[in-house]
């Protein structure tokens, strides 16, 4: 057998041994897993647990019995002990909120097609024509967007009631695009300005219009943005509440986000289960919306043609 090396003044001189290469490759894995836990896994925990959280809390209230969303010392709050239909099933047939989910829908889906067609012609002008001050103009249409919806509250509830347009559908459908316009239009100036202008050069020599040229061309490139254009419209009619609130006042001709507030809601009697029915089945429309078009969405924010 060979003797063990034992240590010497030259080993002693030239500092501690250092780790081997297996050991260091597995340091640096280690240190890289830890960073990646702390840097990326934890804080999106904590943001899924901080989105979803309202979500699951709503959904368990809204399948939960009176008697366990009232005794939180015998029943956990988290959990459902015996499921049951009875909220959704007040929701549907004991109120008219099929009534104002139709209403909320057809509201909705009309004020965002209004705002699509007028922002996309503002728009391709601002960005295309090149008219003197069109960055300026399209500078105050988003800085229109900016205006608190308190301030346009009182005109545009005295020309609703000019139009007789109070108490009907038709305030919100026309009231609705004061505010969606100037953020699509801006929206979409960005968007038009990242399609190649050589593609409508191309066109305008072949003898085709504006209309034309907008209609075969830019509109077919720019489906990214007019979908995320439409997204945010929607979802911005959908959850309004205080033109709905302020220009409706009866009962079956209320929107969602308003009459779960206003019709659930006795006294100082708040029917929990139904309210949060009303919320869970109200938001499954804007799930559903986001679901179908997420790829184009996405898209959208990720740039449009390049040259």
Not at 171 to 176: E, G, S
Not at 216 to 222: D, K, N, Q, V, W
Request: proline fraction near 7%.
């Amino acid at each position: 057998m060979t003797d063990a090396h034992l240590p010497t003044a030259d080993d002693e001189a030239n500092g501690p041994a250092k780790p081997s290469s297996s050991a260091l490759a597995e340091r640096m894995a280690w240190d890289t897993r830890s960073r990646r836990m702390v840097t990326i896994y934890l804080p999106l925990a904590c943001f899924v647990l901080i989105l979803l959280f309202p979500f699951y809390w709503m959904t368990v209230t809204a399948f939960k019995p009176n008697a366990e969303l009232y005794d939180y010392k015998t029943y956990n709050p988290f959990l459902i002990g015996s499921p049951t239909l009875d909220h959704i099933r007040h929701l549907l047939f004991k109120t008219a909120y099929p009534t104002w989910l139709l209403t909320t829908m057809t509201v909705s889906v009309c004020a965002t097609a209004l705002s699509l067609v007028s922002s996309t012609l503002a728009a391709y002008a601002i960005q295309r024509l090149r008219f003197r001050g069109s960055q300026y103009v399209g500078l105050a249409i988003y800085l229109a967007y900016l205006v608190p919806p308190s301030i346009l509250f009182i005109p545009l509830a005295i020309m609703v009631t000019w139009f007789g347009l109070f108490d009907t559908p038709m305030a919100l459908i026309l009231v609705y695009p004061t505010f969606l316009i100037p953020f699509c239009t801006w929206l979409l100036i960005g968007y038009f300005k990242s399609i190649p202008y050589e593609l409508e050069e191309c066109a305008l020599i072949d003898g085709a219009t504006r209309l034309q040229i907008l209609r075969e061309i830019t509109l077919p490139l720019a489906v990214p943005g007019l979908i995320s254009a439409g997204i945010f419209s929607f979802t911005l009619s959908w959850n309004e509440f205080i033109y709905a609130l302020a220009f409706i006042q009866s009962s079956e001709k209320k929107t969602v986000p308003v009459a779960i507030l206003t019709e659930l809601v006795t006294g100082d009697v708040y029917q929990w289960g139904a309210l949060m029915a009303g919320s869970l089945l109200g938001s499954l429309p804007v799930a559903l919306f986001y679901s179908l078009f997420v790829d184009y969405y996405v898209s959208s924010l990720t740039g449009a043609v390049k040259e």
